[in-house]
């Protein structure tokens, strides 16, 4: 018998722009405490995440002193709508130009092999980088770039926000609560051809809410698919088999595991707190350097998607390889 708990949704006029809403639940501390001045570039417009952050730092004002300050955009035109619908004030031709203005970037392509190059010079200059989902594109140079970035001493991290989240957190409970589950089934929008990287452009955000409930033991996927129709398995170490029903013809949210005791059900009843924890550690990477995600995590995400996008090409099981 399902197990049905109410899950009560946030509001926020962000729903549509960033993965978690805006909308007031609990306050923290940040939204009454000015603290200590923080500059924002951000590197990369397409996505309307970085429209989001103007109106997350500028214009909603959830991190008192936190400001967007500067945007480099693909073309003009995407520099301009982000400027325009975010406030941001600052359009420069080339990220380079923001060394010295800001203390803190953010880096937002929607393809992830930009990613790591936008942000070199940055980590190089010791300034806290937050690099928006995916982190990057091959699991090799993101190696090779943590470990840069960590001999310099720059804090660098990077997640998905509907993972990196209050209610994931409890569903990891939940899921623990049950005991030894047999399957577990989730829905996540994917396009397995998209232009942005295929299954990396989305998939990591049911990638990492999956390994954040379940943690990173992962040892080969599949991915079986008709066309652009396609489906994800993760089989875990301990023999747990997660699916993941890659959404093509519009949106949804389910998790449903199998135990000896049937299907249950796994519904969120937590709500998350105003600012949402996603933005509240990205903005304590920028004051204090602090890491909230380890970058062994960061790595073992690309892994999986990295694997999941070789067994598109193969049709077979492929290893997790870190």
Not at 21 to 37: D, L, N, Y
Not at 103 to 109: G, M, N, R, T
Not at 226 to 241: E, H, K, S, V, Y
Request: glycine letters at 8%.
């Amino acid at each position: 018998m399902n197990t049905r708990r109410k899950f009560l949704k946030t509001t926020g006029q962000a729903v549509a722009i960033m993965s978690i809403p805006f909308g007031i639940i609990e306050k923290t501390a940040f939204t009454v405490q000015p603290q200590k001045r923080i500059r924002v570039g951000i590197i990369g417009a397409e996505n309307s995440h970085t429209i989001g952050y103007g109106r997350l730092f500028n214009i909603d004002k959830k991190f008192p002193g936190v400001e967007a300050l500067y945007v480099w955009g693909e073309t003009e035109e995407f520099a301009k709508a982000a400027s325009e619908k975010g406030q941001i004030p600052n359009i420069v031709k080339n990220p380079k130009e923001m060394l010295g203005k800001i203390d803190a970037v953010i880096v937002d392509h929607r393809h992830p092999k930009y990613h790591l190059e936008a942000a070199l010079p940055f980590i190089k200059a010791k300034i806290p980088t937050f690099i928006d989902k995916p982190f990057c594109y091959r699991v090799s140079e993101g190696k090779e770039f943590l470990s840069l970035a960590r001999s310099l001493g720059t804090p660098v991290s990077s997640w998905s926000t509907s993972a990196h989240t209050d209610r994931i957190e409890d569903l990891k409970k939940q899921a623990e609560a049950l005991g030894p589950i047999a399957n577990f089934v989730t829905f996540g929008s994917v396009d397995i051809e998209s232009q942005w990287g295929g299954v990396f452009f989305y998939g990591v955000h049911t990638v990492d809410q999956v390994l954040n409930i379940f943690g990173d033991n992962v040892v080969k996927v599949r991915v079986s698919k008709i066309g652009r129709t396609a489906t994800g398995t993760l089989a875990f170490d301990n023999g747990m088999l997660a699916t993941l029903i890659f959404l093509t013809q519009g949106s949804g949210r389910g998790m449903y595991a199998e135990t000896k005791k049937g299907v249950t059900e796994l519904i969120s009843e937590v709500q998350e707190t105003d600012p949402p924890k996603c933005y509240v550690d990205m903005v304590e990477l920028f004051r204090s350097g602090k890491e909230a995600r380890s970058h062994q995590r960061i790595l073992f995400s690309m892994a999986v998607l990295e694997a999941l996008e070789r067994s598109v090409m193969s049709d077979n099981w492929e290893s997790v390889i870190v």
